[in-house]
């Protein structure tokens, strides 16, 4: 059961720092552009 927990903190982060990632790049990539 902690175990479980444990996956969907990962999942949950993993999530995060993906999103976190293409919106910081798309950011760089429309800055790029003015």
Known sequence: MVIRVMVLMVLLFVNNANAFFWGSK???FL???Q
């Open 31 to 33: 800055s790029h552009f």
């Open 26 to 28: 798309k950011l760089l």
